[in-house]
């Protein structure tokens, strides 16, 4: 099983809709939570950290949920901009990292 | 901000060659990594150091091997490129303490004809 579990989507959605990713890990004992954004054919770049209470960043929250063992994002009101894929990461023992494959979104006009 | 920095966004190389790929930060960073990228393969852990001098295997380590010298500093080494080594190369580095996220490089794109 994998460490880290993401549906790849794509996800097509209209401007302003709210989009939400789940993404899945299988070890009890990861740590830290963290979504990446990456744009085509450049490097992934932190979005946000997760917190065990749920954190919101503008138009974007992310969830954790420790007794399913899955994470969550919300991006609300989608723009263009928004376009890229998103990339789960899971920590353990801070030095052990572990990737989701990424989703794909694509907001259209 | 952390500046993560690779020392060439793209890379054309032969087959056989010794090819070396840099990476530096600048926030004092212990841990230190290298990734590989490919299509549908998602991320790939090549090597990591957690400190001067210290490194260990990730995932993929076979045709490549690492170098840290001083702290700011972790090179890759691909001994004899070839051609299945065509990707994307992502240096990463993080603090020490599990809440530290991964701080990414920009990528060295490197092609092996």
């Known amino acids: 099983r994998k460490e880290v579990e993401q549906d790849p989507g794509p996800f097509n959605v209209p401007e302003g809709a709210t989009v939400a990713f789940n993404c899945t890990y299988s070890n009890s004992a990861s740590q830290s939570f963290f979504w990446y954004r990456q744009d085509c054919r450049k490097e992934p770049k932190l979005l946000m950290s997760v917190y065990s209470s749920g954190n919101e960043d503008g138009r974007f929250t992310a969830q954790l949920n420790r007794a399913s063992q899955y994470i969550s994002l919300l991006i609300r009101d989608s723009k263009l901009s928004d376009s890229a894929t998103y990339l789960c990461v899971v920590n353990r023992a801070g030095n052990q990292f572990y990737f989701g494959t990424g989703t794909s979104l694509t907001v259209i006009p | 901000d952390v500046k993560v920095t690779q020392s060439s966004r793209y890379l054309v190389k032969r087959t056989g060659e010794k090819v070396f790929l840099e990476c530096v930060q600048d926030?004092?960073?212990?841990?230190m990594f290298w990734y590989r990228q490919d299509p549908g393969l998602g991320l790939r852990l090549i090597y990591f150091?957690?400190?001067?001098?210290?490194?260990e295997k990730g995932d993929i380590p076979e045709g490549y091997s690492v170098s840290r010298e001083k702290k700011e500093r972790f090179s890759l080494i691909l001994e004899s490129a070839s051609t299945n080594q065509t990707s994307m190369y992502l240096c990463?580095?993080?603090?020490?303490?599990?809440?530290?996220?991964?701080?990414f490089g920009n990528g060295t794109r490197l092609t092996v004809t």
């Open positions: 150091s957690y400190d001067v001098k210290m490194k």
């Open positions: 990463a580095s993080s603090n020490r303490g599990g809440n530290s996220p991964l701080h």
């Open positions: 926030m004092d960073h212990e841990n």
